[in-house]
């Protein structure tokens, strides 16, 4: 679970680096606009995505509400998400829960949902 909780402050202080050293190389960020915007795939896609959060958002930031190990190789973990967006300077507060697959200690795969039921489905915690 440490490596998730250091993703997310390398994220939140936009240390790109931090944040590939907490990832595989074949890195997947499946995110709720994934039909839209695409997967972010390996280090090309972190860096893409930081500099989609800095255009789109750039006080984006996570918060991480709770945390749960599931499984060896699986966590859980329920984030707040604060932004306001460059165009319309309005402040937004989501809650996701996000699933975070592990590969030998890095993170392979982030699957983010808007409905944490969705998520408690994904890691078999709800049928």
Do not use: W
């Amino acid at each position: 679970m440490e490596v998730v909780e250091r993703a997310i402050a390398a994220l939140n202080a936009r240390d790109i680096e931090a944040y590939l050293a907490c990832c595989t190389q074949d890195y997947e960020l499946h995110t709720p606009l994934a039909a839209v915007a695409g997967v972010y795939k390996g280090p090309a896609g972190i860096r893409r995505f930081f500099a989609d959060v800095e255009d789109a958002a750039p006080n984006f930031h996570l918060e991480l509400k709770g945390i749960r190990a599931v499984g060896a190789n699986q966590v859980l973990g329920f984030v707040e998400v604060t932004a306001s967006g460059r165009a319309s300077g309005l402040p937004a507060g989501t809650p996701t829960a996000n699933v975070y697959e592990l590969v030998e200690g890095k993170v392979r795969r982030i699957r983010i949902f808007a409905d944490p039921e969705q998520a408690l489905e994904a890691v078999g915690l709800r049928e």
